[in-house]
């Protein structure tokens, strides 16, 4: 019996609506992005509404404009509505938004990505931004690949063990090609969008960490007031809360003392202020 070899789809993007109410409906009251952004990328025709479905779909592209990838997400307000990639959907090619500038910062989904725009506005558009649609590797590698001069690396997945493991293998990926500024960005809470929720006193999900970490955090906190840091701007805290979130998730899960975090964590510090300050 010859078996037929499997003929892969070609892709096309869904039948698009000529409305983008539900689309604008669910992003800024379900997940309370800011409208001035999703208006960009609407105009990049980078997001836009399907029919008959309704759905969000968010479009990957190369670098000339041309659609390769769409991701669709149902935009009905139940907890397990739909979401998935159009058939034929390159993975090289996730949605993005393309910058100028020598950052990436890189997300698990896109309305994470939209979400961190929404709490950092500031001069967005000059970066580089980056949907994984979850936690492979292709698209990120592919992108970098394409931009060379991009050095900077931001790893913004879910605050999660989920997270965590796929922050480490993808941090060990990027160091293993030669990437020396790789850093993370912890949401407060599970994801940003999350953290948008609470801002807007609505129910979120927490993050889920391991209980000597949380501890551990509260030791960074203590030492950062020691040292008189609270009001400084000496120390970028979340760049710190990365490089040690770097030393606690490198032990990958060996059982360790809170004495010896205490201590790791001392030595972090310390060090950070010999870099910071020259001395």
């Given at each position: 019996l010859q078996?037929?070899?499997e003929i892969k789809k070609e892709f096309e993007l869904p039948q698009k609506c000529n409305s983008m109410k539900r689309v604008y409906g669910y992003l800024i009251k379900q997940r309370f992005i800011d409208k001035n952004i999703i208006d960009e990328f609407v105009r990049r025709n980078l997001i836009y509404e399907d029919i008959p479905y309704h759905n969000a779909v968010f479009v990957g592209t190369d670098d000339q404009g041309t659609a390769h990838h769409a991701h669709k997400?149902?935009?009905?307000?139940y907890k397990k509505s739909f979401r998935g990639n159009a058939e034929g959907s390159d993975p090289h090619y996730p949605?993005?938004?393309?910058g100028s500038s020598n950052q990436l910062y890189v997300f698990e989904a896109p309305v994470d990505l939209l979400s961190y725009l929404t709490l950092n506005k500031e001069n967005w558009h000059q970066h580089h931004y980056l949907s994984l649609n979850g936690l492979a590797f292709v698209g990120l590698?592919?992108?970098?690949a394409r931009h060379e001069d991009i050095d900077h690396i931001y790893i913004c997945v879910d605050h999660d063990p989920a997270g965590h493991e796929g922050y480490e293998r993808i941090r060990d990926l990027l160091e293993e090609k030669g990437y020396e500024h790789v850093e993370r960005i912890l949401p407060v809470n599970k994801d940003f969008n999350e953290d948008l929720k609470a801002l807007h006193k609505q129910s979120f999900i927490c993050a889920e960490d391991h209980l000597c970490y949380l501890n551990s955090i509260k030791v960074i906190h203590q030492l950062k007031d020691s040292y008189d840091l609270k009001n400084c701007n000496l120390i970028d805290s979340r760049k710190y809360d990365s490089m040690?979130?770097?030393?606690?998730?490198?032990?990958?899960g060996n059982d360790i003392s809170f004495s010896r975090l205490k201590t790791l964590s001392f030595s972090l510090l310390v060090h950070t202020l010999v870099w910071q300050q020259n001395l």
């Open positions: 078996i037929e070899p997400r149902s935009t009905l307000p949605f993005h938004w393309h590698e592919s992108y970098l040690f979130a770097d030393i606690y998730y490198g032990l990958k």
